[in-house]
């Protein structure tokens, strides 16, 4: 099955600072990949998603990209601020709405004043 | 903007009881899913539901776990004899289904066993 690794662990940025995640899948045949915002307690929120057939994908501050022949994307967070600091998972499937989600162990970033 | 809600958000249950977690996907999305994150864990898939039958489960997903849809409205996890290891927060999602439509997930049930 599909295995997704992800890098860092945590992450500690200063305020206006950029931060980067890194991702890894397994399965080729995945063409789907998400990313998720999870605040303390709260609910695992989709803040932008990328498919297999584009290589960039931005919405304001944040982008993701994908290099299908290593696997791997990454997000990308500019000019960060204190409500950026949460738990970031990255995930991927072989389709957006039904097939599941294989997760990576998420990122706790931290954005400090 | 419509979203996926669960009942109770905290269940507390002692070992062997059994346990039913409630969500209410969005209405017009036709996939169901359960996901669970043990704490400060990743979020790990249990089972998926299409047009009234399980479509995809993992190996979290033994007999002791099943999903209903009893009406038009409601899917339900339920765990039939609870282990000290099914403490974890449940999550449900929904989506349409098809190209370009993510999944959304609800608060969650924090289900924690004694």
């Known amino acids: 099955g599909e295995n997704v690794e992800q890098h860092p662990s945590t992450l500690s940025v200063q305020e206006g600072d950029s931060a980067v995640i890194k991702c890894t899948y397994s399965d080729s045949a995945s063409n789907y990949f998400p990313w998720y915002k999870q605040e303390l307690g709260k609910r695992p929120q989709l803040i932008i998603d990328i498919r297999s057939n584009v290589g960039e994908k931005k919405d304001q501050r944040i982008a993701v990209t994908l290099n299908k022949t290593a696997k791997h994307f990454s997000l990308h967070i500019t000019e960060t601020q204190p409500e950026d600091s949460a738990v970031y998972f990255c995930a991927a499937s072989k389709d957006s709405g039904y097939s599941t989600l294989t997760f990576g162990k998420g990122t706790m970033l931290l954005v400090s004043p | 903007e419509p979203e996926v809600t669960q009942t109770p958000s905290h269940q507390v249950t002692q070992m062997g009881q059994e346990v039913i977690l409630r969500c209410v996907p969005i209405s017009n999305h036709l996939y169901f899913y359960w996901y669970r994150q043990i704490l400060g864990q990743k979020v790990e898939f249990l089972v998926s539901f299409y047009n009234n039958e399980i479509s995809e489960k993992s190996e979290i997903f033994d007999d002791q776990f099943s999903v209903e849809r009893p009406d038009g409205s409601n899917f339900t996890l339920k765990i039939r004899s609870t282990k000290l290891e099914d403490s974890a927060m449940y999550f449900c999602?929904?989506?349409?289904?098809?190209?370009?439509?993510?999944?959304?997930f609800g608060d969650g049930t924090r289900l924690s066993i004694l």
């Open positions: 999602a929904s989506g349409l289904g098809g190209r370009d439509q993510p999944q959304h």
